[in-house]
């Protein structure tokens, strides 16, 4: 079978290049308040080049919150942004106005077939930025499509049984521990919580672990600085999930991607192969800076350590402060404008794209109000954050992603004993791409420890995706050759 994604997703995260520019003054023609309304008069300009902020200029040293404060200050809740030279869109920065439209799909569409950019050609959908391509999966599609693309990816979680995901989740957190727990020192990024939610992912799919580890090494590949290393991760990441497929329809099993391909949405396997790619792709990286992010708040942060070690911040509570304040999405992938539009006073034009910028939306004063809790001090113990979207596209994993990020964070905790930045705050790198928000290495130093019992087999029947045996000899189908591959780079 040759399913093969033409494209792979990576969350946003694209190389460096150059600063970020100073923002250009307010414009008077957006202003904030007023609801998502049909526009009636003729639609505004987009503003002249000099006007738009260049998004893919790399993220500044001190990362992007500020440069949202700045831009709302100066242009109000819409800025007009260019995606790549040439490539036109809208940032929101507002809270209230982005909930509005992710809730107004007959508006704001996914399908970016539809924005004017690549109607007019001045973007390939196949080369452009991420999540402004186009897929044949849930995230791409609208309406009627979407429904049949989605319903496959929700009933398969809906399977799921949480608890014996808890403690399957715990067992590959504390194995991760135990590789660098005698050591005394690790990089909580690279060592932990980036390779966590890809060990996770892979034993949905009923995988052997050198499986997950290769793709989460493929993922850190994608961002290479070497050309060459990075269409190799590329093309491994196609491989994957084209031999992923492949080896389900020769051997369907009890996992995810099987029952994808036996649910009466009737996906074509590339349909399956691209659905996993999203899945993959949306909760890798996600994941994995929201468990960063609230580490590095943890160690970096007296009063919140302090209400969380005091109980008065339980982990659930730390996440949501985590999500609101350290977001590890900064913006939402573009919807199209399927009419002339206005957003407060702007007027939209039909086949404009709108990125949602979701950090900046938190960080919109008219959500900032609250009164603090009287227990720990923090005006964010509400969950109405947008860190897992809103709307027909929401995160249908949410739960998951909860379960996968509060157990990495208490499982570092409960096993690192006195847990320390080994590096002065200053010199965490804050990752380049302006999708994600989060450090590229968080180094930590540990009083060093002992590697955990290997668990009970009662309790590994427990769990809702024990571990698959790893295999003597991959064997010789794509999947089993892409794993000898990948052996052979790391020897
Ligand atoms: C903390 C972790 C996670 C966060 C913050 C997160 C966030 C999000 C957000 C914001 C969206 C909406 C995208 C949009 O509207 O454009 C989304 C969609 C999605 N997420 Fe998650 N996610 C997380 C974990 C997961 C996990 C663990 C999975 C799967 C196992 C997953 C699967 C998906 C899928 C398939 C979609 C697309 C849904 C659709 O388009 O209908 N996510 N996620």
Redesign the pocket.
Known sequence: MTTTPHHVENGGERPASAPVRNPAPHDPTASRGCPVTAAQDSPAAHGSPADRIRLYEPTPPEGRTKLWKRLRERHGPLVPVELEPGVRAWLLLDYRETLTL?QQPHLFA?DTRKWREAVEGRVDLDRTVP?MTWLP?????DGAE?AR??AP?MDG?TRIDMNGMARTVRRIADELVDSFVTRGSADLIGDYAGQL?AL??NR?FGLPDSYGHMLNGLTALIFHEDAQRTDEAINGMRQYFAGLVSRKADAPGDD?VSQMMAHPSKLTPLEVAY?AS??VS??HM??AH?IGNTMRTLLTDDRIRSAHTDARLSTHDLLDHV?WND???QL??GRIVLQDVRIGKARIRKGDAIY?G?EGAHHDPAVRVGRPDPDTGLASGSRAH?????????????E???L??STGVTVLQERLGGLRLAVDPRELRPLASPFLHGVRELPVAFQPGRPSEPPAAQTQQMEQVPPVAEEEQPPEDLLGRLLNWWRGLGS
């Open positions: 992710l996914r999540m999966n849930a995230l791409y599609a979407h693309l989605r990816i979680l939610p996770v992912v949905l995810l659905e999203l899945i949306a909760s996600m994941t929201l999500m977001s590890p999405l939402l992938a949602l979701v947008l860190a897992f979207g809103a709307g027909p596209h929401s995160c249908p994993a949410r998951m992603g909860r996968v990020a």
